[in-house]
């Protein structure tokens, strides 16, 4: 046994992750190994994982599965008291703009936050089992986007008791909410996929993430942006999905169909990016998580 | 021990097989730790093979580069082609869930269809002798009822090649006859298998061929009363 520092075991990853890509690349083997995504079976172990932890979650309290409604609600009311009844912010419309952009960051955020530490956490599991480990972030996001959907549905009837009936512009909301979660997938996977090499991202993470609610557009509107910072505020895939949220919600409007392709793109491209770099060191999580 | 002939297709093949760890020790000091040296070794079709040495020995390593879940430093574990599935108790169990549930997460995770689980739930009831506790949660359990319930599913749900890691060694003594009884049964119906154990007793009642290590190096490997009887003078000079 011996004493190793830092720069040893930096050297050391470093030399295995290449010596194992090149070894890849010279046997050809990229393609099949990491082009699928999850087999028939592994997506039912996320789906009835997922489902489980619902229960496990609504089994704990007295109102059970109630809080996923009740909670977002109580939250809605507080927006709405401080900011329609108290403060009477002059801009039309603030309360349903705010609440708009703070219920779809919400479900972005606790993704990423949750999967965080979904391989790190997931050891004692993946010792035992040949999972692959996507499956891990992948429960996570089934979890928060089943909870995001009850957010969701109040999110819809705060807006047609707020005035905004709904519209048949309202058909692009599907495919707004499909790229979030393009979106949110691949932060996942990034996220849970490098964690667990240097566990100390997590607090990087978080603070990014706290970064990102403030650049978002969340609290103000993008025109408030000065114009020569305008195009770094819009590499935020957020930032552009809350306005397009904005336009069909509130100004019942088409969305940015451009500004969506872009974001699906990245991050169509970012999933396979992350879950290639998963898939290769499949077998060196099981030793490196506890 | 029995007479059956071994069939010499070979199944798992290990060659010169090396794993370390790294441990952090420290800020920006990690230690490395050999986990296993330079083992070799060919796990045949149709036999059962015990894996044997004391605590921290690298049994447990070894095990799981059989099942293809850690990949060696150095050195080939090649599996010709066959499905593996490392049996533990209780894999992923949620005490908040009901043992049903638990039963069928239990057997996703060994990697069968939902399906397959639920068709054979009764009779993982029944020989987990559960009754009507199955529905209910799985932390008003005693410890015996949940080490039953996780042999049921991996016993009842039948897979290839068996990877027991030390699955005997619980529930009261009634239900380790038992169990210990079709395990019996499963090996001895030609089925590829491997035991991990530190118990002496129950390697030399299931296995034919076993393997000794120690400190992660292989230190025996043969016929199962052969290598117990190396082991057994071993443990006498130098007892853990």
Known sequence: M????????????????????????????????YVFFLSKQHREVVLFKAFAKLRVEASRYYLGFLWWVFHPLLTMAIFYLVFHVLLQRGEPDYVAFLLIGVTTWHWFSNTISHSMNSIWGGGSLMSQVDIPKVVFPCVIIVLDTIKFSFVFLILLIFLIIYGHTPDVKYISLPLILLVQLLVITAGAFLVAAVVPFMPDLEYVFGVLLRLMLFLSGIFYSSERIPEKYKEYFYLNPMANLIESYRAVMMKHDWPDWTSLGLVANAAIIGIVATNLFIKRFDRLYPRICP | MSAEPISSENVISLRGVGVRFYRRSGLFRQSLFTALHDISFDLQMGESLGIIGRNGSGKSTLIRVLAGIIEPDSGVCINHGYSTALLSMGIGFDKMLSGRH?????GLLLGFRKRDVVNRMSDIIAFAE???????????????????????????????????????????????????????????SNRTAVLVSHSTDVIRKLCQRTVWIDHGELCGMGPTDEVLSKYHRFLKIEPS
């Open chain 1, 2 to 33: 011996h004493n190793h520092t830092l720069t040893d075991s930096v050297r050391y990853s470093y030399v295995r992750v290449l010596s194992l890509l090149t070894l890849d690349m010279q046997k050809g083997r990229l393609p099949e190994t």
């Open chain 2, 130 to 188: 559960l009754d009507d506790f199955i529905d209910h949660p799985l932390y008003t359990y005693s410890s015996g009822m949940r080490a039953r319930l996780g042999f049921s599913v991996a016993l009842k749900l039948d897979p290839d090649i068996l990877l027991v890691d030390e699955a005997l060694g619980v529930g009261d003594a009634q239900f380790k006859a038992k169990s210990s009884e079709v395990m019996q049964q499963k090996i001895q």
């Open chain 2, 102 to 106: 638990n039963a069928i997460l239990n």
